[in-house]
């Protein structure tokens, strides 16, 4: 049986995380769903995209304005969603 740390943390069962494919550095979705809590790995990189582009936009503000690429984005963002990208295409290949 799993236990909840003072800082809310929950270490998954290694069998749990086999079966799920979670690794280290895997984005999870945890969301309630029917009064549990459901934890989903995010294998979706556009998703992934998504919520750092929004991250990005929040902190935008503290780190000084850049100037939107020609397709609008923030080159930051641009920066790491071109990381995200590469990382999801290597772990296709594998």
Same mark, same amino acid.
Do not use: F, W, Y
């Given at each position: 049986?799993?236990?909840?740390?003072?800082?809310?943390?929950?270490?998954?069962p290694?069998?749990?995380? +086999? *079966?799920?494919?979670? !690794? @280290?550095? #895997?984005?999870?979705?945890?969301?309630?769903?029917?009064?549990?809590?459901?934890?989903e790995?995010?294998?979706?990189?556009?998703?992934?995209?998504?919520?750092?582009?929004?991250?990005?936009?929040?902190?935008?503000? +503290? *780190?000084?304005?850049? !100037? @939107?690429? #020609?397709?609008?984005?923030?080159?930051?963002?641009?920066?790491?969603?071109?990381?995200?990208?590469?990382?999801?295409?290597?772990?296709?290949?594998?």
């Amino acid at each position: 049986m799993a236990k909840v740390d003072s800082k809310g943390r929950i270490v998954l069962p290694k069998e749990l995380r +086999e *079966r799920l494919g979670i !690794t @280290p550095g #895997t984005e999870v979705d945890i969301h309630e769903e029917g009064g549990k809590a459901v934890v989903e790995p995010e294998d979706d990189p556009d998703e992934i995209i998504d919520r750092m582009e929004h991250l990005v936009e929040e902190t935008s503000p +503290e *780190r000084g304005e850049t !100037t @939107p690429l #020609t397709d609008g984005t923030d080159p930051i963002a641009q920066k790491h969603r071109a990381a995200v990208r590469n990382c999801a295409a290597e772990t296709d290949d594998e």
